[in-house]
């Protein structure tokens, strides 16, 4: 059952917007964060990080940063918190004496795939309960449209 509540028209509020915006992402951060550690053991962040390991090749610190918009510093703290987990390992990058190529260990990667099922699940009763197919694909296209926006030229 969907609930597509729309608001009256008329301008838009930029700032009840904003509001709703990070409140709701706040709020969506804390359930699957929730979820992931009380069924999979992994925090969300941890899980974002494992994410970007098994999708990029030879994954560098760097393309955590990027990837999930953080700075190298805090790259480089989760993977040593996952390092100490047993989730992953670096390796010397054969190319670059300065950078190490991270990898999923096979705790890292059964871990991935359990978190994965988990967050899935919950994404879809989240957003399936609230928005028709329709409205989650404008949602999803004015997301990107957002994003892009805002990326420096």
């Known amino acids: 059952m969907t609930t597509d509540n729309a608001r009256p028209p008329g301008p838009v509020d930029h700032r009840q917007l904003f509001d709703d915006l990070v409140r709701f ?14 069924e999979a053991d992994v925090p969300l962040g ?11 090749p030879d994954c560098r610190v760097n393309d ?9 510093g805090g790259a480089s703290q989760s993977v040593d918190r996952l390092e100490r987990r047993g989730l992953c390992t670096r390796r010397p990058h054969p190319e670059d004496r300065r950078a190490s ?11 991935c795939t359990a ?39």
């Open 64 to 72: 955590i940063a990027v990837s999930l918009a953080i700075t190298i």
């Open 101 to 111: 190529i991270i990898e999923l260990t096979d705790d890292g990667r059964e871990r």
């Open 115 to 153: 978190a994965g099922r988990i967050f899935d699940r919950e994404l879809a009763a989240r957003f399936d309960s609230a928005l028709s197919e329709a409205r989650l694909r404008q949602l999803a296209d004015a997301l990107a449209t957002l994003r892009a926006a805002g990326r420096p030229q």
């Open 25 to 38: 992402e706040t709020e969506l951060w804390n359930d699957l964060d929730a979820q992931l550690r009380a």
């Open 46 to 56: 941890s899980f974002n990080v494992l994410l970007v390991i098994e999708r990029v």
